[in-house]
């Protein structure tokens, strides 16, 4: 069992940052693809930014060159630094792991952007 921990959230003025975290539990974390996902109300969950092990990156384009994911092997851990926020970012961000049978999520974490 994976249990993956989300910090960093929270409420911004748009243009501003954050930096989400995910923590990761077990030992698969550093073969694991790593993706962060965002629902919105009344939307459906949408994939915002993954990592794979290797390090390739894949973006949606609606945050490509706005938002950085990032890993951590050695700390088992996760990044997605936000710059430029706007409103529409707003939502409620959700980390996941996906390794073979594995395809854990974590618990999620609110970002709000004012404008």
């Known amino acids: 069992q994976v249990q993956l921990v989300e910090s960093g959230g929270g409420l911004v003025q748009a243009g501003g940052s954050l930096r989400l975290s995910c923590a990761a539990s077990g030992s698969i974390f550093s073969a694991a693809t790593m993706g962060w996902y965002r629902q919105a109300p009344g939307k459906q969950r949408e994939l915002v930014a993954a990592?794979?092990?290797?390090?390739?990156?894949d973006y949606a384009s609606s945050v490509k060159g706005r938002f950085t994911i990032s890993r951590d092997n050695a700390k088992n851990t996760v990044y997605l630094q936000m710059n430029s926020l706007k409103p529409e970012d707003t939502a409620v961000y959700y980390c996941n792991l996906k390794h073979f049978f594995f395809d854990s999520w974590g618990q999620g974490t609110q970002v709000t952007v004012s404008s």
């Open positions: 990592i794979t092990r290797g390090g390739t990156t």
